[in-house]
């Protein structure tokens, strides 16, 4: 096993100029999505319409449950599987954006998940609106040697064009979503309709030919809708769909609860974390209570909650009153642009400590990671650009804790390299108050860092293998940096074993 970021800096990528084998895989004319760019802001704006107008994807899921239903898809959604006690699979989590950091993944994926028995996506699967016709180079040509099923759960991304994309992909439906009622005119969901976004006419015309790269036996798999769970040796696996607002609607609230009643150990697979950035988001349910109450209730036996959306790693075990631990899990690095850790502040949420916690990147390679592309952008390089070192010692002076990895001569912190960090979002002590820091934390999830999509790695991306037995589950989380150190022994940036007795 290599080298991790958390020991060393050649271990997080950096000063390594060895690229990895990955480039001979990228597509020649592989599409760059920018989230700055106004075309895919305008593709992409269901979600903003959906928060206006209400959101329609309670009504629309449950049109494609009806669908499925009657083409026979199991009425509990449970897919049986045969798999022994002892087993092993993968979780990789907002992969679809089709260029290098996608592919930079692919290689440690395959090797690590070589004898796993299949794996799950979990969120946002093809970028940036879950075209049918982006599924060839986002998903089948990267996943084409990846010789075991694969399920997913769909994030916001892949709702822009109302899930048809994804319906057809994973559950083998290839008709249109079937029409609704007509909403009445003058309404906020007739106003919603006018500048709705809608599958292209002719989209995913190529699908049956990119169907071919993922067509052996071993990979096949159809999933009965949406969100689904999967029996699998002794555990179930519980995936829900929590569609543009990150919330599920009554009906799947209601088939929740029902396969939480079963007595196996269980680990939930979400699009919207439920801890993420030091806080906690329980997940409301329509017509009451949340996927966390359901979550932390003993009798569902739940020992996990993995979630994607957001694109980086992280880690909260949370210690609940009658004693359980249930491990809270971040698993967005499969392929999109990153989302900073830096901004992250010193995180005490739900008895979860600063040393308890887990992140990759660490923040001081997110903020260098940070500093070096602003400094590019803005072509102020010598302002803004930290090295790993100078950011991990400002990053302990704001956050009062001590270096992740073992430092060499110790970086003196200085003004610009504080000003530097203000203005970057770097998180603080909780008790340090609203001093000069600029309100730039929020504005990285939906700002800045979708602006970050680089093609020089380090790219800090992340996948999840899960080994099970009967009596615990191993949860590793598998680095891939673009660099091909990293490629042929991918490094383990965390682990934690869950008991299920």
């Not at 399920?151 to 822009?160: F, R, V």
């Not at 329509?286 to 109450?293: A, F, N, P, S, W």
Request: with cysteine.
């Amino acid at each position: 096993m290599s080298e991790s970021s958390r020991d060393t800096a050649e271990g997080a990528g950096w000063g390594v100029s060895e690229r990895g084998e990955y480039l001979r895989l990228v597509p020649r004319q592989a599409e760059k999505i920018s989230w700055l760019n106004p075309r895919h802001l305008w593709a992409a704006r269901n979600g903003v319409l959906a928060s206006w107008f209400g959101d329609p994807t309670g009504e629309v899921r449950a049109r494609w449950a009806a669908r499925r239903a009657a083409a026979g898809a199991p009425a509990d959604r449970v897919i049986r599987r045969d798999d022994p006690d002892r087993f092993s699979f993968l979780v990789v989590g907002d992969t679809g954006e089709g260029g290098e950091p996608q592919y930079a993944v692919v290689p440690g994926l395959l090797k690590e998940g070589l004898d796993t028995a299949f794996a799950v996506l979990a969120s946002d699967v093809v970028y940036p609106v879950g075209a049918a016709g982006d599924y060839g180079p986002k998903f089948f040509r990267p996943y084409q040697d990846y010789q075991a099923p694969v399920y997913a759960i769909p994030g916001n991304h892949d709702w822009y064009e109302d899930l048809a994309g994804f319906v057809r992909v994973f559950c083998d439906d290839t008709g249109p979503l079937p029409a609704g009622p007509k909403p009445r005119p003058l309404t906020r969901a007739w106003l919603r309709s006018l500048v709705w976004h809608r599958p292209r006419p002719g989209d995913g015309e190529h699908l049956d030919e990119a169907r071919k790269l993922r067509s052996s036996p071993a990979q096949q798999a159809v999933q009965p809708g949406p969100y689904w769970a999967i029996d699998a040796g002794p555990v179930r696996i519980v995936g829900i769909d929590t569609g543009l607002l990150g919330t599920i609607d009554a009906e799947q609230g209601a088939w929740l609860r029902e396969v939480s009643r079963d007595p196996r150990p269980k680990i939930l697979v979400t699009g919207s974390p439920l801890y993420v950035d030091g806080e906690h988001h329980p997940c409301p349910i329509e017509g009451g209570g949340t996927v966390d109450d359901v979550v932390r209730d003993p009798a569902h036996r739940y020992v996990a909650a993995i979630g994607g959306d957001i694109h980086n790693y992280q880690r909260y075990p949370v210690r609940l009153d009658d004693g359980r631990t249930l491990q809270y899990v971040v698993a967005g690095g499969g392929g999109a642009f990153t989302h900073a850790t830096h901004t992250i502040p010193r995180v005490d949420v739900a008895g979860v400590t600063e040393a308890d916690f887990r992140c990759y990147p660490l923040r001081g390679d997110s903020l260098a990671f940070y500093s070096a592309l602003y400094g590019r952008r803005t072509r102020l390089r010598r302002f803004f650009s930290l090295t790993e070192a100078e950011a991990a010692a400002v990053i302990a002076e704001r956050l009062g804790i001590g270096p992740t990895r073992a430092p060499g001569a110790p970086a003196r912190v200085t003004r610009r390299m504080r000003l530097v960090a203000g203005l970057l979002g770097t998180g603080r002590r909780p008790d340090r108050g609203k001093r000069f820091r600029l309100p730039v934390r929020k504005a990285y999830q939906s700002l800045f860092s979708p602006g970050s999509a680089t093609y020089s790695p380090p790219f800090f991306k992340s996948f999840l293998r899960v080994d099970v037995t009967p009596e615990a589950l191993r949860l590793r989380c598998f680095a891939a940096t673009g660099q091909r150190a990293q490629e042929v022994a991918p490094p383990v940036e965390d682990e934690v074993t869950v008991p299920l007795t």
